[in-house]
């Protein structure tokens, strides 16, 4: 890693801007340009953990220079350029490798555990640790790579987040929070947010089922740290936020693996710790996932009131992305009360809402929020109504429109689609979707998609002579079933 020679007596220099990088991005909103990134990494076969948060900080000019995954995905996003052309500096100037001689002894600069954070002009990509548990990390400086495997093996608190988080592999302990010397830093309050993407991520493509459990202890960590208190009111607030929002993470897990009693208490923890802090946007999350839940277990008017809640605290965060969300969060209520005429108002304010178009106060979690999710959210309404014609046309196009990361979403918009099929009277082109959703699952757990496609073959029995169908019955019943 680069040294660092700053000491937390010098003021730190403000970063630059990268204006260059701003302009390529153009109209679209960072949570839209973070996923054209991940899809142009998709395509030359790298991965990326790229979100609106690290789409602003380039711009920011707080990562002067990207990681080498980074490097290859931009170049190949806009052909002729060079990192200097898109505004970045280049690597030598960064990570000064080139003037050091392979023998010379580097001092290891710690990013997890730094008193204070470092001069943003000696900042670099923080993607491109060495992290010894990455599965596809290239170990360029295996010095480098010691030293850091030693920190993350030996260093306690959320500041592993990240590392247990990126292959899922050991959990971290909260052994540092546990020393009454210790107080949370901003490289703590960073590998708690780092640790909320790390899910999100994860689940987009995998699903709920296999992180549940493995994803509790950071969120143990979290709250560990804000008992032990912070060095400086800012990190302070990071923090909240930031175990506010890795409790909602983790209580979507629970939901989308349909442990509801243990999402309850997740999204009462995020809605706790939002109210003392005094923070809408997670507030409104907080309450999106409740009206959400509420929906699913059964619980149609308390998702309408929910809804309606985190409606009043988001008015005033800008964000029409967000609005148009929360009123398709209080049109499933209404669907589920069969409430036709409420359903079909909160749907009309959804796309009203979302025609106005993304923009910079859009919140980060929301990166899976576009024409698929809106699509797919609708024919959910729909499907509740029973008019199943009108809620296939909608899953279908959402199942089209799905940008291919969010692997999860496609497997759940095409059993919805299966579903509605079957119960509108085809069920040879419901046996066909469900077999999709089956080719799906050896990606993605969601015990949620499990149960509707269980659903599906319910109906499809009536039908089960029909050669698709008797494939599809077959095939349902032979496949392994979540634990």
Not at 381 to 401: E, K, M
Request: with cysteine; proline share 6%; hydrophobic share 40%.
């Amino acid at each position: 890693m680069t040294s660092s020679t700053v000491t937390s007596s010098q003021s730190p220099r403000p970063p630059r801007p990268n204006l260059a990088f701003r302009q390529l991005r153009g109209q679209r909103s960072p949570a839209e340009f973070a996923a054209a990134v991940r899809r142009a990494a998709h395509e030359i076969g790298e991965r990326v953990s790229c979100d609106a948060r690290y789409i602003g900080r380039v711009e920011a000019g707080e990562i002067r220079c990207p990681n080498y995954a980074y490097e290859r995905v931009f170049l190949h996003m806009f052909p002729g350029c060079t990192l200097t052309d898109l505004g970045f500096a280049p690597r030598s100037a960064v990570r000064g490798r080139a003037s050091r001689a392979p023998h010379e002894k580097r001092e290891a600069y710690d990013p997890y555990h730094s008193t204070d954070s470092p001069d943003p002009h000696d900042l670099h990509d923080p993607h491109d640790l060495h992290n010894p548990y990455h599965p596809h990390e290239d170990h360029e400086n295996h010095e480098e790579s010691d030293v850091l495997r030693r920190a993350f093996m030996t260093r306690g608190g959320a500041t592993v987040a990240a590392a247990s988080l990126g292959p899922l592999g050991p959990a971290f302990d909260a052994s540092a929070a546990d020393r009454p010397a210790y107080r949370a830093g901003a490289s703590d309050a960073g590998a708690v947010e780092e640790a909320v993407r790390r899910i999100r991520l994860l689940d987009d493509r995998h699903g709920a089922d296999g992180l549940y459990r493995r994803a509790a202890a950071p969120l143990r960590a979290a709250y560990a740290l804000l008992d032990v208190g912070a060095t400086r009111q800012t990190t302070a607030d990071r923090l909240h936020s930031g175990a506010g929002e890795l409790a909602v993470s983790v209580g979507w897990l629970a939901h989308d693996s349909g442990r509801f009693d243990d999402a309850r208490s997740h999204y009462a923890e995020a809605l706790a710790t939002a109210r003392m802090t005094g923070d809408p946007a997670l507030e409104a999350h907080a309450f999106c996932n409740t009206a959400f839940l509420a929906r699913d277990a059964g619980r149609p008017r308390e998702a309408v009131r929910a809804a309606q809640a985190a409606q009043r605290v988001g008015r005033g965060l800008g964000s029409a992305r967000l609005m148009s969300l929360l009123a398709l969060r209080e049109a499933g209520g209404w669907a589920g009360l069969a409430d036709r005429t409420g359903c079909e108002r909160a749907l009309a304010r959804a796309q009203a809402l979302f025609e106005r178009g993304a923009s910079d106060a859009d919140p980060e979690w929301m990166s899976f929020y576009g024409e698929a999710e809106l699509a797919g959210l609708e024919a959910q309404c729909w499907s509740t109504l029973g008019d199943w014609p009108r809620a296939a046309r909608h899953a279908r196009r959402a199942a089209q429109l799905q940008d291919p990361h969010f692997m999860r979403n496609i497997a759940l918009y095409t059993a919805e689609l299966s579903d509605d099929l079957a119960r509108g009277g085809r069920p040879d082109e419901a046996a066909a979707a469900g077999t999709r959703v089956l080719d799906l699952l050896g990606q993605v757990q969601s015990s949620r998609i499990q149960t509707m496609l269980a659903g599906t073959a319910r109906v499809l029995l009536p039908h089960r002579r029909a050669g698709a169908v008797s494939d599809f019955l077959e095939r349902h019943a032979s496949a392994p079933r979540p634990v």
